[in-house]
């Protein structure tokens, strides 16, 4: 089993009695944004500087799936099953259709371009929440260098049916990683602005349904 570093015991806590670290895949400049796929047991991963995703199974081991990938980030599947993605490239949230075929969701925000969207998560409702720091277009490294066009860094609400998109947060600094709890009722956000910030964060801050700004609660 490869070593591994555990900063807090209770990372303990969410592993089954004889559960084992096991390494799937080498070769990225980074890994992020995981996303499982129970049909076919394989999980696909960006490799965000290299331009590229990758997927692992069991039964074909670690391929390129899709080259370039536009600086895909995080990634989930939406209610139906279908592949959601944060692009740095894009600006946006984007959807991999069955057929292979990609459809923009949404890359503006009152007419004014999207950051860099990183990370997503899909509400029971179906709604898309989502974190919109500039790391994609700070350097042409994870995505191509511009100027911010919103001039903050916000979290965000879209709903595909209504194709409404709304601030949730504007309290990060820059937003990144984000969960609900299970019952829905806390919205977990990780602010990483240590990576660039002269005066950095690097908190989760817990927000409940009274901390949900511009949104019908």
């Given at each position: 089993m490869p070593e591994f570093i555990e900063f807090d015991q209770r990372f303990r806590e969410l592993l089954k009695p004889g559960e084992k670290l096991e390494r799937l895949a080498t070769g990225a400049i980074w890994s992020e944004g995981p996303v499982y796929f129970h049909e076919d047991d394989s999980v696909l991963w960006s490799d965000i500087p290299n331009n590229r995703l990758l997927r692992w199974s069991a039964k074909e081991g670690m391929s390129v799936w899709r080259q370039p990938s536009n600086f895909e980030n995080g990634h989930c599947r939406d209610l139906e099953g279908r592949l959601l993605s944060c692009e740095h490239g894009g600006r946006c949230i984007s959807r991999t259709e069955p057929d292979g075929r990609k459809i923009v969701l949404v890359d503006r925000y009152q007419g004014k371009r999207l950051n860099s969207p990183n990370d997503l998560v899909v509400k029971s409702d179906g709604t898309i929440w989502f974190t919109d720091p500039p790391y994609g277009i700070i350097s042409d490294r994870e995505g191509y260098k511009a100027e911010s066009e919103l001039g903050d860094c916000y979290v965000f609400r879209f709903d595909p049916a209504s194709e409404e998109l709304s601030i949730v947060t504007d309290e990060m600094d820059e937003p990144n990683g984000l969960a609900f709890s299970p019952d829905e009722k806390?919205?977990?956000?990780?602010?990483?602005?240590?990576?660039?910030n002269p005066r950095p964060k690097h908190h989760i801050t817990a927000f409940g349904r009274a901390g949900w700004t511009g949104i019908a609660q």
């Open positions: 806390i919205l977990y956000i990780a602010d990483t602005s240590s990576a660039f």
